[in-house]
């Protein structure tokens, strides 16, 4: 089970937090990704970390401002925004996938289990 947290109403410039934390199990060997949703639009990739290498990916738009990091001792993963804008005002979610291959870990349909998501308001 993936829980959700951190989000809330900031302005433009400023930065948030979310996190995603596992219980029932650890994010040993899942590829974790954070992906948004903004009204009216389709659910969209943000960043994501093959929990045991390390390794990370942003989507274009967020590269540069949002960081992807890992407590592995609290099974936590973080998602860290700077410098937000008002087009990052969406829903985040954080999901876990097993046997995401490197072609498909920017795909929400790729991914098995969901956390309920943490809204995120950007005012300008």
């Known amino acids: 089970q993936l829980q959700a947290s951190g989000g809330g109403l900031v302005q433009a410039g400023d930065s948030l937090s979310l996190q995603c934390v596992a219980s029932?199990?650890?994010?040993?060997?899942?590829?974790i990704g954070w992906f948004r949703q903004a009204p009216g639009k389709e659910r969209e990739f943000v960043a994501g970390?093959?929990?045991?290498?390390?390794?990370?990916y942003y989507a274009d738009s967020v590269k540069g401002r949002f960081t992807i990091t890992k407590d592995n001792a609290q099974n936590t993963v973080y998602l860290r925004m700077n410098i937000l804008k008002p087009g990052d005002t969406a829903v985040y979610s954080c999901?876990?996938?097993?046997?995401?291959?490197?072609?498909?870990?920017?795909?929400?349909?790729?991914?098995?289990?969901w956390g309920q998501g943490t809204l995120v308001t950007v005012s300008s």
């Open positions: 999901a876990a996938c097993r046997t995401c291959i490197l072609s498909s870990l920017r795909t929400f349909q790729a991914y098995n289990y």
């Open positions: 029932g199990d650890t994010f040993r060997g899942y590829t």
């Open positions: 970390m093959r929990w045991s290498a390390g390794n990370t």
